[in-house]
């Protein structure tokens, strides 16, 4: 784990290490360092010790295996092409997230999940894979470990796009391995109210096939607020965030 600090947005930092590449003992006494958390040990074991058990075959949930195409697509009336930016593409898979969550029949939540396929980084993370599974099999993995990862929060998702918006900080735009990558933020309310209770967000995105797509979903640790005007959060993520870098 590195370091947490606070830097402007204009400097935020690289996303985590790439989950599938970790080197771990036989034993699992690094379990013991993770928070106490049970379904941040769960998203960690299925997304690095798929020989453990967690593996998903040619079937995730009883869900055949799909084969994601980055390209331009418009969903809740936002067009995400090579011109869309990444705010935008940010709040439709939020959206799609908490639609997932808050489906009542199957085919709502076909339909959040479909929106969510349209907008992972598929290529990138195809790429960066270390893991035994295929590459169609990672994405899917991935995009299925969305909505788990941050449904404690979604009802303080707006599904008004300029409001939702306004809430969303964008980080300087970088580059890894020639790959052009960005972070938003967002900060959210626990269900609870408990102002002691707010985390921040974070959407590690990509740019694939000349559009802004999503890596993986985020939580940064000991912030709880974030200011639109100065600062955002950086590098000391929650272990429990799905997909990786």
């Not at 995400?80 to 990444?86: E, G, M, T």
Request: proline residues 5%.
């Amino acid at each position: 784990m590195k370091c947490n600090r606070v830097v402007e947005a204009s400097q935020a930092a690289s996303p985590p290490t790439h989950l599938a590449t970790i080197r771990l003992p036989v034993r699992l006494v690094f379990m013991q360092r993770l928070p106490h958390n049970n379904l941040t040990k769960s998203l960690v074991l299925c997304l690095i010790v798929p020989w453990l058990g967690c593996r998903q075959d040619a079937v995730l949930g009883n869900r055949s295996i799909k084969t994601v195409t980055v390209r331009s697509v418009t969903h809740y009336g936002v067009t995400l092409d090579q011109n869309a930016a990444p705010n935008e593409v940010a709040y439709v898979a939020l959206r799609a997230i908490r639609d997932d969550f808050l489906a009542k029949t199957p085919a709502e939540r076909d339909v959040a999940l479909d929106t969510q396929f349209d907008l992972v980084a598929a290529n990138v993370l195809g790429q960066r894979n270390r893991s035994p599974l295929t590459r169609d099999e990672w994405v899917n993995q991935v995009v299925y470990l969305w909505t788990p990862t941050i449904s404690h929060y979604v009802r303080d998702i707006e599904t008004d796009l300029d409001g939702l918006k306004s809430r969303l900080v964008v980080s300087k735009v970088r580059e890894t391995n020639g790959t052009k990558e960005c972070n938003v933020f967002l900060e959210v309310a626990d269900p609870s109210g408990d102002p002691n209770a707010r985390v921040v967000l974070a959407v590690y995105m990509a740019q694939d096939s000349g559009h802004w797509r999503v890596l993986h979903f985020g939580f940064v640790q000991d912030r709880r607020s974030i200011s639109t005007r100065a600062v955002t959060p950086t590098e000391k993520e929650s272990q429990t965030r799905a997909g990786g870098a």
